[in-house]
């Protein structure tokens, strides 16, 4: 279960669609009413992660909203851009046995990071993570994991080799390399490594190698591809997973529900416009009445039958709105 907290953020980020459609983002902290809505469905919930499309540590209830996820035996998870995490958070986190901290980087330099997360410190951002793993040693606690988000774009990809080196030095338990896989805005198309012609060798080395020195420093390391893979579903899983906003709005996917009313896509350089979908609100319904709703369980039975029919699924098997998401191409 992936709840955004917030949509919310002090970065402005080159990369994010919040900031090129900063008047249309309804910026807003999920509340503690709706948070309790949800809640209540955590007995049958494995893993909660407190992360959408801001900063978590804007909602002054995230510790709160931790404690109650623990509480019912989730593992607890957020990504944070690390700008509001004090030693005194870090220590919560930690007492509360909080399962994961992602870190989110774009680039192993400060140059490099800097202008791409806009108003982000990499210094400040370097040394929060090596307190993060300072503190949780001195309480010898296995808890929590610290990943490292890397951002790849074309610029930064020859980056991922030293950010191996400088997890290392940090602590950090692992690397994740994704893709800038959302383009909402041309800039954000040209800036992406990925193709779905063919994976830039170049860059593809960049990651080979990245992932070689990782193993040989005792870090776990995985990247998302450069190029086109045949999947039957998307690393997002609607199958499995269930996404629901700010505002308590219930969606397969976190791609499907930025805080817009319309979804700005560009795709293989063509513009398209999505309605935001969701198929039902936390704080009217049950989250059972929405996942067995109509509308959802058609969305979640075209995938079911991808899966069952894996060499011959086709990309008109899977739900329209799927259709222009680089997700659901491999990537």
């Excluded at 709005?249 to 560009?266: F, G, H, N, T």
Aim: hydrophobic share 40%; net charge negative.
């Amino acid at each position: 279960m992936q709840l955004c907290v917030t949509s919310n953020c002090l970065l402005h980020c080159t990369i994010c669609p919040r900031t090129s459609f900063i008047n249309a983002w309804n910026s807003m902290n999920m509340t503690m009413e709706t948070y309790t809505n949800i809640s209540r469905f955590f007995p049958f919930t494995e893993n909660v992660y407190l992360s959408g499309w801001g900063e978590p540590l804007l909602n002054p209830n995230l510790l709160l909203m931790i404690r109650k996820a623990k509480e019912a035996d989730c593992s607890v998870g957020f990504t944070t851009n690390g700008a509001l995490l004090d030693d005194d958070k870090v220590r919560e986190v930690i007492d509360l046995q909080t399962d994961l901290i992602s870190f989110s980087f774009a680039g192993a330099r400060a140059e490099t990071h800097e202008s791409i997360r806009t108003g982000s410190n990499f210094e400040h951002l370097t040394q929060t993570v090596r307190r993060v793993v300072e503190l949780r040693r001195s309480v010898d606690s296995a808890k929590p994991n610290v990943l490292m988000l890397f951002m790849m774009t074309k610029q930064n990809v020859v980056e991922l080799p030293n950010a191996v080196e400088l997890a290392y030095t940090l602590g950090i338990d692992g690397i994740v390399a994704t893709n800038l896989d959302y383009a909402a805005v041309p800039l954000h198309e040209d800036m992406k490594a990925f193709s779905l012609d063919n994976a830039n060798m170049t860059l593809t080395e960049s990651i080979d190698e990245a992932r070689d020195m990782a193993e040989a420093r005792g870090i776990s390391f995985h990247s998302f591809s450069l190029g086109k893979q045949s999947v039957p579903i998307c690393t997002e899983d609607p199958l499995n997973n269930v996404y629901i906003s700010e505002a308590g709005l219930v969606s397969p996917c976190v791609y499907l529900a930025p805080p817009m009313m319309e979804i700005p896509r560009i795709f293989c350089g063509q513009a398209n416009v999505l309605q935001r979908t969701y198929f039902g609100d936390i704080n009217k319904q049950s989250l059972f009445e929405i996942w067995n709703s109509p509308g959802y369980s058609l969305f979640r039975r075209k995938y079911e039958r991808r899966i069952k029919n894996v060499q011959n699924s086709r990309l008109d098997d899977i739900p329209e709105v799927c259709r222009t998401c680089y997700k659901a191409y491999g990537v």
